[in-house]
């Protein structure tokens, strides 16, 4: 694992732009794995400064609620639409989104995870963090080898959440979609993004406690090519913070974006 501390959300965010950036101009049909939540916007408004060449890229998205009209400012699609995609040269037919409304959820799931595959698998992984240890909405003790599939979200997840529908518990969905634990390690790299003093205590257990399905992030210790890319308030509890920033700032040159 890599631990990436910067200043700010933004600094942190504009460290994971390059690397994706970068993946983009080396590979211009390059397959990435998006996330949704407050997290990854700074990073899509610095992919959107960097007027990148979309037009070959694949995405396919984390989740998706389960029941929300296509078009509610809620789902993930509208997230998605509106705070990237419709900012770049993306051809829709590229991206993949969950469908919160399939007849057949379990089928679709099924070809969702086919389709990763057929498309030749995620190169680079964007993930956020819940307070709970949430990836996508593998929610505490989904199994590491999870595929995509239904999930219920927790109590907490659906607090979190609320801020989005108006402080209104009772819109916020109960069941979700979400690719597996075992579909996220599967891309080639992952990259968390983590700010804020909210997301300390996650952290801290994410990266320096032990591997339980109880924090489904803490896999991402057994992953070959995982950056985590947090701000000094989400980095605040790590006891190796000083071995993370000598590291970081001792990379070699062929190791730097
Ligand atoms: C939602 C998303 C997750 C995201 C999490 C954190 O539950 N499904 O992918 O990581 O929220 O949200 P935020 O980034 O707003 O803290």
Redesign the pocket.
């Known amino acids: 694992m890599e631990i990436i501390i910067q200043e700010t959300a933004q600094d942190a965010s504009n460290v994971a732009a390059s690397i994706i950036a970068k993946l983009i101009k080396d590979k211009p049909n390059a397959v990435l794995g998006l996330?949704?939540?407050?997290?990854?916007?700074p990073l899509y408004q610095r992919l959107i400064e960097l007027n990148l060449d979309w037009s070959q890229v694949t995405t396919f998205n984390?989740?998706e609620y389960i029941g929300l009209p296509r078009d509610h400012s809620q789902t993930?699609y509208t997230f998605m639409w509106e705070n990237l995609f419709r900012h770049t040269n993306i051809h829709p037919a590229n991206v993949y989104i969950p469908d919160g409304n399939a007849a057949d959820i379990p089928k679709f799931c099924a070809e969702y995870e086919t389709l990763i595959i057929e498309k030749g698998g995620i190169d680079i992984q964007v993930?956020?963090?819940?307070?709970d240890g949430?990836?996508?909405?593998n929610e505490p003790t989904s199994s590491f080898a999870s595929r995509t599939r239904i999930k219920t979200?927790t109590e907490q997840?659906r607090k979190?959440?609320a801020?989005?529908f108006d402080n209104n518990l009772d819109e916020v969905p109960i069941h979700?979609i979400?690719m597996g634990i075992g579909t996220i390690m599967d891309a080639r790299q992952n990259i968390l993004?983590?700010?804020?003093d909210?997301?300390a205590p996650i952290i801290v257990e994410t990266i320096e406690g032990p591997l339980k399905a109880i924090n489904p992030a803490s896999i991402l210790q057994m992953h070959p090519n995982a950056k985590f890319c947090i701000d000094v308030k989400a980095a605040s509890q790590l006891k190796r913070k000083d071995y993370y920033n000598w590291v970081y700032s001792n990379r070699p040159e062929w190791q730097k974006y």
């Open positions: 996330a949704t939540g407050s997290t990854p916007l984390l989740d993930y993930l956020g963090i819940g307070t949430h990836i996508g909405f979200l997840t979190d959440n801020r989005f979700c979400t993004l983590a700010f804020g909210n997301k």
